[in-house]
């Protein structure tokens, strides 16, 4: 019996499968974790390329579903006004919200005084809070979630 299931009147024994062995490598696995976090398949290949001391905001719910910011500056001011450095053009939002601010490679985000406030996985934020890879931030109506440059990650052991 070659190669075939058993059909029940043979021994299991009987069944000899193909045998392959299957290696992935990392960017394989970082490509399925990265699918069940919610991430495209475009969108890690963008944060794949984001440079040392980069970071990228995307929106996941409210206007803008699936806009991207990129975050390169020492402080980023998102809020309503046509020169904030993100515009999110909803009432929602203070036209100077909030402010990302970059310390080397680490990024924290910063409520500016506006009226609905900022929030970081949930909770609304008083003072300067460190971003960390996967959090989300809502300002206004807008949840944004937060992806540090690759390079900036450190290993897990």
């Known amino acids: ?32 974790a990265a699918l069940e976090s919610g991430v495209s398949t475009e969108e890690h290949d963008v944060i794949a390329a984001l440079p040392s001391g980069s970071a990228l905001l995307i929106v996941r719910r409210g206007p803008n579903t699936g806009a991207r910011f ?32 970059r310390a080397g490679t680490r990024f924290s985000v910063r409520d ?13 934020i008083d003072d300067t809070v460190s971003l960390s890879d996967g959090v ?9 979630t937060f992806y540090s440059s690759r390079f900036d990650i450190a290993p897990s052991a």
């Open 112 to 124: 500016l005084g506006s009226l609905n406030g900022t929030f970081m996985g949930g909770e609304r």
């Open 136 to 144: 989300e931030v809502q300002v206004g109506k807008f949840h944004l």
């Open 1 to 32: 019996m070659p190669d075939t299931p058993p059909t029940g009147n043979e021994s299991p024994s009987d069944y000899k499968p193909h045998e392959t062995t299957v290696h992935y490598g990392p960017e394989f696995a970082a490509q399925l």
């Open 70 to 101: 990129l975050l390169d500056a020492d402080v980023t001011v998102a809020g309503r006004h046509p020169d904030a450095d993100i515009f999110l053009d909803d009432v929602t939002v203070s036209r100077k919200h909030a402010a990302f601010v």
